[in-house]
């Protein structure tokens, strides 16, 4: 015999059922309605950045590549001249020449011996327990300030004629008569102030030493090898990523030197140009000379080099630089 189906409360046949799919579409409704909630409020906690990066950095950026293409002196309305300053920077300009020569040993010397300068630390505090946290902040502490004019104006005393520095020399029978005004001299002078602000990458370098695992030295040491093997084989791999790391950020710090050199050279780039750097430079033609236009191409040629130095150093990564838990 058959039974009768119910459907609904007390088995009324004509109450209405909620399916399966109904209810499955009513939730995802639901979550659609939040997530879209979600999203309007972090778009809205977003937006103050959104203005300001396009209004301060964007926009900007954007004019001055058109200023590049102009003539002009920040009171006269722009004129358009084509390629004329990019032309005249590479073939009519000796200065022009002389500022990126200056930079480039400045960046090819500079950042190598800083780097090597803050890994050789990074290693000595390493290995020492008591007082290490005074040693990091006194050598970190160089680094929070080298860039300020009073570092500027303190380092030019020290290396000027009858300074500090000029005085010990002569103790020693080295009469140099003052880094600051000799041609051969002031050069290597702005490069030990680079190195000596070598607390940051010092700091990165110490944070991944403390990751490097200690069984691999004492394997190492198991088959004999020794400190420089050590080094050589345990900690520049391990340390390569944090090398690439600190490599590209102070390359394009070193680039963009600029308060030291001007303080230093009175804001001439003397003596004779060498401390003209770059953005040394850039500034003069700018705001000295009023010629905003050919200062934007020098500031868009800088641009696109550091971007071709680091689009080098990214694909030629995979050649030397190891990531924990990669097989190669």
């Known amino acids: 015999m058959t039974q009768p189906t119910t459907s609904g409360p007390a088995g009324d046949s004509s109450a209405p059922a909620v399916s399966p799919p109904l209810r499955r579409a009513s939730v995802s409704t639901?979550?659609?309605?939040?997530?879209r909630r979600e999203n309007v409020a972090g778009y809205g906690f977003l937006l103050p950045w959104l203005i300001g990066f396009l209004g301060l950095?964007?926009?900007?950026?954007?004019?001055?590549?058109?200023?590049?293409?102009?003539?002009?002196?920040?009171?006269?309305?722009?004129?358009?001249?084509?390629?004329?300053?990019?032309?005249?920077?590479?073939?009519?300009?000796?200065q022009y020449m002389q500022s990126v020569q200056i930079t480039l040993v400045y960046v090819l010397v500079g950042t190598p011996v800083k780097l090597a300068a803050a890994l050789g630390i990074a290693m000595l505090l390493n290995y020492r327990n008591k007082g290490s946290g005074f040693f990091r902040s006194s050598f970190y502490a160089p680094s929070l300030i080298g860039a300020s004019v009073s570092v500027a104006i303190v380092w030019r005393a020290m290396f000027s004629g009858g300074g500090p520095v000029d005085t010990s020399l002569s103790f020693f029978g080295i009469n140099l008569g003052g880094w600051v005004g000799n041609v051969a001299l002031?050069?290597?002078?702005?490069?030990?102030?680079?190195?000596?602000?070598?607390?940051?990458?010092?700091?990165?370098?110490?944070a991944g030493l403390k990751q490097v695992p200690q069984e691999l030295y004492e394997a190492a040491e198991v088959d004999g090898a020794g400190p420089f093997r050590k080094f050589r084989s345990v900690t520049l791999p391990m340390l390569s990523s944090v090398i690439f790391f600190n490599l590209l950020l102070e390359t394009i710090h070193a680039f963009q030197v600029f308060a030291s050199a001007y303080i230093i050279s009175n804001g001439s780039g003397g003596p004779a140009g060498m401390t003209n750097f770059y953005t040394v430079y850039l500034y003069k033609r700018g705001f000295a000379d009023g010629q905003m236009g050919y200062?934007?191409?020098?500031?868009?040629?800088?641009?696109?080099?550091?971007?071709?130095?680091?689009?080098?150093?990214?694909?030629?990564?995979?050649?030397?630089?190891?990531?924990?838990?990669?097989?190669?």
Request: net charge positive.
């Open 57 to 94: 950095t964007l926009g900007p950026m954007i004019y001055s590549l058109y200023l590049s293409f102009t003539k002009y002196n920040l009171f006269a309305a722009p004129k358009f001249v084509g390629f004329d300053n990019y032309i005249r920077m590479f073939t009519e300009d000796p």
């Open 295 to 328: 200062a934007a191409a020098m500031a868009w040629v800088l641009v696109i080099v550091v971007a071709i130095i680091a689009f080098i150093l990214f694909r030629t990564s995979n050649r030397w630089v190891h990531y924990a838990g990669e097989s190669k």
């Open 186 to 206: 002031v050069l290597p002078m702005m490069i030990l102030l680079a190195v000596w602000q070598f607390g940051a990458p010092m700091v990165i370098f110490l």
């Open 30 to 35: 639901g979550r659609q309605r939040a997530n």
